[in-house]
């Protein structure tokens, strides 16, 4: 999957209605420019969407339907839920579900790229689309913590 996509919805006999909707493309436009799929994707995708709910006056408590994806604790499924909570709605659900801090703020991907820099071919092949949009994969933890401060404003 290239992207992640959340919503807000509320069932109606005559047809679900979308309340808020957030795409992880929307991101780009506040400045990030790295993978729309990733874990801190995910994250800031569920924040955006959050931001958007509580702008439109959405409150109250929210119920999580997966629909038909696996539940897999530490998923960017549950990434960007914790994106949602963190930015103040209300979804009931159990900490131990959650991706580690590291995994959402892209950490692990800063880690790794730092580790594979010396192997300038494999380095490059790893990130060739991060290194494309001219983001460096070592840097993508202080990017999230940007886009992060942007978006809970």
Excluded at 10 to 23: I, P, R
Excluded at 108 to 129: C, L
């Amino acid at each position: 999957k290239k992207n992640i996509w959340a919503q807000i919805i509320n069932f109606e006999t005559k047809g679900d209605q979308v309340l808020a909707a957030a795409h992880s493309r929307e991101l780009v436009k506040i400045g990030w420019n790295y993978g729309k799929s990733n874990m801190p994707a995910a994250y800031l995708t569920g924040m955006l969407l959050a931001k958007k709910a509580k702008n439109k006056k959405i409150v109250g408590d929210l119920i999580l339907d997966i629909g038909m994806n696996k539940s897999i604790s530490g998923s960017k499924l549950y990434g960007c839920l914790k994106g949602i909570i963190d930015n103040g709605l209300n979804v009931k659900h159990s900490d131990n579900i959650f991706p580690s801090d590291d995994r959402i703020s892209g950490k692990h991907i800063s880690d790794y790229a730092n580790k594979i820099k010396e192997d300038k071919e494999n380095y490059n092949r790893q990130f060739s689309k991060n290194l494309k949009e001219k983001a460096l994969p070592e840097k993508i933890s202080e990017q999230f913590e940007k886009i992060k401060k942007s978006i809970a404003k």
